[in-house]
């Protein structure tokens, strides 16, 4: 038989996990039930969360970094999957890529030549 404080701090913990979109685990839920005047540990929580399948969901960061128009013409194929040039500065390729970082996102630019697999720009 479960007592009345126990359903209640079921019902808080469960959802204090369901407000955080399942991102909290039981160090940061340990700290918002603490606050909320329970007294409860760290391995207690943990063991609630187990009972309560409560798993955390780690979000990746994501962000869209292409809008394309679908009216926007395609460009040709000029290399034609061949990627062996025969001569230095004869065909370049580039890309850019977004890196997370503490500042925020960057922007990481590159251009190589594809004959001597050197970075050019």
Known sequence: ???AETLH???RTKALFTESRASLG???LMKKLRKEG???GRNLVRSLMKKLGLT???RVAYKVTTKRKHSDSVASNLLNQNFNPV???QVWAGDVTYLKTSEGWMY???VMDLFSRRIVG
């Open 1 to 3: 038989m479960i007592d």
């Open 87 to 89: 001569a230095p500065n």
């Open 56 to 58: 955390v969901t780690q």
């Open 38 to 40: 329970f007294s409860v």
């Open 26 to 28: 039981s160090r940061s």
């Open 9 to 11: 701090l079921y019902r």
């Open 108 to 110: 990481l630019a590159v």
